[in-house]
């Protein structure tokens, strides 16, 4: 009985830092995803308020000034 309760808390435990890591990169994929479309944002899209999809929706319609990086952000960020 207590190796099954030691394998079951070490399952939870597992799980724990897996997602504990996955966030731990989305975090940083999101760093980066700002930091390649930060000067885009403040050039063509400043006014925009945040959420909604707003930002991403603005940057779409200025699509083609973009730089390449924040290109491939809102390609990455677009449903569709």
């Known amino acids: 009985m207590l190796a099954i309760l030691e394998g079951f808390v070490m399952r939870i ?25 930060q000067a ?3 050039k063509f899209c400043k006014g925009v308020e945040p959420g909604g999809g707003r930002v991403i929706q603005c940057l779409t319609e200025h ?8 290109q491939k952000v809102v390609k990455a960020n677009t449903p569709g």
């Open 40 to 42: 885009n944002f403040e």
């Open 13 to 37: 435990a597992l799980s724990v830092v897996f997602l504990a890591v996955q966030m731990l990169a989305a975090q940083a994929q999101t760093a980066a995803e700002r930091e390649a479309c």
């Open 63 to 70: 699509f083609s000034e973009l730089t390449p990086e924040c």
